[in-house]
């Protein structure tokens, strides 16, 4: 296992606990500016666990993930000043699934960019150079 994989993973968890659980709520400068900070923090930790672990299938990462959320805002129940808040957790799962569907578009373009496709639309590389016909 490549262990250079697991870093921006750590990295993601660690802000995401930290200010998850932190006594005082992260100043807002516009309304709902919480709910923006949920969703990206959770797609940007979607992404690095399906980096850090690729062999996982689908479901597994999307439960941990949904866990560690859920945790979180659990966790801020027994925290002065903070409230676990059910848009929170919306937004959260808004995130894991955006952070799934960016992790899969980046594992196709790297398929793509390697030369392997899975794609029945595109020609062989090369198969087009010995035919007669001309575009």
Known sequence: MNYLRLLPFIAVMAIIIFSGL???????????QDKLHH????AAL???????????RLFWSIAAS????????MGQEFLPNREPSFGDMLANTLGVLLGWGCSSLAYQWYLRRIGVTTD??????????GSPERP
């Open 22 to 32: 932190r006594p005082e709520p992260v100043p807002q400068v516009f309304d709902q």
């Open 39 to 42: 969703m990206l923090g959770f």
């Open 46 to 56: 979607m992404f690095s666990l399906r980096l850090a672990f690729p062999q996982w």
């Open 66 to 73: 949904l866990s560690v959320a859920f945790l979180i805002e």
């Open 120 to 129: 029945p639309e595109v020609p062989e590389a090369g198969e087009h150079l």
